[in-house]
Structures are given as structure tokens and as C-alpha cells.
């Protein structure tokens, strides 16, 4: 309890959104008759692909794209049933888990990756 009334004081106070947390793009992956729909929000990314098990973890398969210049990278996957493990590389350089999915599981290098379960 203590940690989440640090961690919202801190990030309430410090008058930017943190990298990957905008409220009003959802909350994780969006399953949609077109795909899956992945959304990042970072500011100040110059680049974010998203790398998982469905593209065994490719820093190039799958560039996201920010179309309204806002920080809000997106992209739609035709991904089949099935569970897949994700996260979002930032900059080619920064390995981040979806902030906006709590579904997770360990990485094996001491981390986490987001987990998606297409039905």
C-alpha cells in the first residue's frame, strides 16, 4: 500500500506522463475482429516495435507507429488463437513490458514480459 501512494505521488508530481502511461489509450492489448491492437505511449521515443513469442522476438519485425505525433504508438497484428508473450522496444534499446496489462509472466532474465490471450 505504501509503495502504490509513493509511486502515485511521485508520478502525480511530476507534471509529465511517465513512458508508457496514458489512462486514455486503454488498458492493454485490445482484441478486435482485425487483430490485435497494441497501444505505447511514450513522448519521447523516436522509435517502439513490438517484439514477442509471434515474431520470435524480433527488434525489426513489427515497427509501431505514432500517426497523430502524440506518443501514442500503435499497431494491429492478426494474431490467431492462441497465448503470446510481448514487450515493447523503445529506441532499439529499452525492453519494456505493456504498463497498461497487468497479465505478466518472468522473462528468464530476471524481468517481465506481457502476456495476450487471443480466444
Request: charged share 20%; net charge negative.
Amino acid at each position: 500500500m505504501l509503495l502504490a501512494v509513493l509511486a502515485s505521488t511521485v508520478v502525480a508530481g511530476c507534471g509529465t506522463p511517465m513512458p508508457g502511461m496514458d489512462p486514455s489509450l486503454g488498458s492493454g492489448p485490445e482484441v478486435t475482429e482485425g487483430g490485435v491492437l497494441f497501444t505505447y505511449y511514450d513522448t519521447k521515443a523516436s522509435r517502439v516495435n513490438i517484439v514477442g513469442d509471434f515474431n520470435n522476438w524480433s527488434m525489426t519485425a513489427d515497427p509501431m507507429y505514432d500517426r497523430e505525433g502524440d506518443g501514442g504508438w500503435t499497431i494491429r497484428l492478426p494474431l490467431g488463437p492462441g497465448r503470446y508473450e510481448y514487450k515493447f522496444l523503445v529506441d532499439g534499446t529499452k525492453w519494456i513490458p505493456d504498463p497498461a496489462n497487468q497479465d505478466t509472466a518472468g522473462d528468464g532474465f530476471g524481468g517481465l514480459n506481457s502476456i495476450v490471450i487471443v480466444e
